[in-house]
């Protein structure tokens, strides 16, 4: 009896093991290497010889804008500020002029074909106005704020649209705006954000390797049980559930207190209001809120989005998941670049009797 239950418990084990072992399989087939530890949104990727791709750098005003040399290429047009606009210069002033902030939603990033289908080209080729997109990939609130203070005087619009994400738009930490001072490091591993855990990494090599040996994967290991993380790759998706929580706990701690976020947006209404200007934050949510009932967005998010300061200048429309391309990517797709066109053209028109 006791050989049989011993032959019972061996034979579990051996399940186990097999069943372990094809996890382990099914994951390393999937991407997920040992000591890989980076959540699932991230684009990024170590790479065996790490280089800059100049699509995009931080200028003398140490805000990002876009290589024009590099998107020629790409038979996009990027003006002389850097930006996928039209020449500043070229504007016609008998026009009213609409002006976009914002980030990679804004350039747009994953509409098919770029030029003809995001929301911003989509309302200059429907409406007799000039629209001016000031749009570049990883921005966040700190640079809106200075291209607000450069361009809202500059350019006199007529109305100003703030697209604001809330992926990753919530600022957790605070940050100078530095001339010379990249905030991102564009490489063929991925885009490296040059401030990372309280320190400023002054080359892509530096922020890569704080990047494969500290922050997201394990090649350094402390123990022998980081060692044994090390060599798996369902040990390291586990252990990784840690970081996780630490991020998904820090990011429901700024959802509480954005004070960093509305200093910024309460700047670009100030300098709005200097020049006379109307302006309104779009609000854009993550793919995996976008069917949630605008009454619990708001409660979600109340600290930033009833705020006394703020919360008549909100655009906050009904949204669904099917405007949005799955993860990693999860931008809007032309569904939803169609739907945020559609939306502000019926602003415009409405508010601004635009046409």
Known sequence: MKNKRLRVIAFQLILLLAGLLCIEAVLRLKGYQPGDMKPNWLNFEPVDSLYVIHDYYTNGDGVLVADSDYWLAQDIHVNEDGFRS???????????????????FTWGMSAKPIKDH????????????EVINLGIPAADPAQYFQLAKKYVARLKPDMVFVMFFMGNDLMIQDRDVSTGE???????????VADMDGKHFKSAQAAYNYFVSDRYYMHRPGNFFE?????????????????????KWNFEK??????????????????????????????IPEIKEA????????NRYSDL???????????????????????PDAHLNNAGHRYYADRMEEF????????
């Open 291 to 298: 069917d949630m009932d605008l009454h619990k967005y708001k």
């Open 86 to 104: 039209p020449d500043f210069n070229k504007l016609d002033t008998g026009k009213k002029k609409i002006l976009y902030i914002g980030d990679s």
């Open 182 to 192: 990249p905030y991102y490091y564009y490489t063929n591993a991925g885009a490296i």
């Open 305 to 327: 989005l009833l705020d006394t300061m703020l919360k008549d200048d909100w655009l906050i429309f009904p949204n669904s998941k099917s405007n949005f391309t799955p993860y």
């Open 118 to 129: 995001c929301f911003v080209d989509l309302v200059r080729n429907e409406t007799k106005s």
């Open 227 to 247: 060692w044994l993380v090390s060599k798996s790759s369902l040990l390291s998706r586990l252990y990784s559930v840690r970081f996780r929580v630490q991020e």
């Open 254 to 283: 700024t959802i509480r207190d954005s004070h960093v976020t509305k200093k910024y947006l309460t700047g670009i209404k100030e300098v709005a209001r200097q020049n006379n200007v109307p302006v309104k934050f779009v609000l």
């Open 348 to 355: 415009l028109k409405n508010y601004m009797a635009i046409k």
